[in-house]
């Protein structure tokens, strides 16, 4: 198991080995900034905001503003919540025939469930996208690129490239590490 962190997410990245499959499974737990520093910065702005906008005779626009746009972060807190608690796990399946992959964040949008099921054949190559959100990449060619582990960060991913060329030789070619 390997664990990423960040003040968003913790990425934890569990490997099993069966008989003719690999299989890898993401969770991801929401971090300390979601669950305390947000909040807490929006209540401190809240209620200076609030102080300057509603004590002054002439209160300065921006102290209005800033307050309203806090009491409204504060509302959308738990929705924020709800979505990044929803199903928080992605996992991918893989074979010496195919990659399938289920879960958080697969495919093109990192907020949304999806299944990805693709035969090694038409993989042109696995790797880590740096100008794309993090996680493990497949693509079948030019802009046809398909994340199947989310979150992982370039040395999550070389090490799951790794661990699938170890078990799959003939998928070696297909392996772009470090792109």
């Not at 069966?18 to 910065?41: C, H, M, N, W």
């Not at 993989?123 to 079948?140: A, C, E, F, M, T």
Request: hydrophobic share 45%; with cysteine.
């Amino acid at each position: 198991m390997a664990n990423q962190k960040n003040a968003f997410f913790t990425f934890e990245l569990t490997t099993t080995d069966l008989a003719k499959e690999l299989q890898f499974r993401v969770d991801r737990k929401i971090g300390s900034f979601f669950l305390v520093t947000y909040p807490a910065i929006c209540v401190v702005l809240l209620v200076l905001c609030s102080l300057v906008a509603f004590t002054a005779e002439d209160p300065p626009q921006w102290s209005v503003g800033i307050a309203i746009g806090t009491a409204i972060n504060l509302v959308a807190w738990p929705i924020l919540m709800l979505i990044a608690r929803a199903n928080p796990t992605t996992k991918l399946s893989v074979t010496s025939e195919r990659f399938l992959a289920s879960g958080r964040g697969v495919g093109a949008n990192p907020w949304s469930s999806g299944t990805a099921d693709l035969p090694v054949a038409e993989v042109n190559w696995i790797g880590y996208l740096p100008s794309q959100p993090p996680g493990l990449y497949l693509s079948r060619g030019f802009m046809q690129n398909t994340c199947v582990l989310p979150g992982l960060n370039r040395e999550m991913t070389n090490s799951v490239i790794d661990v699938i060329v170890g078990r799959f030789p003939e998928c070696q070619s297909k392996m772009e590490q470090g792109l």
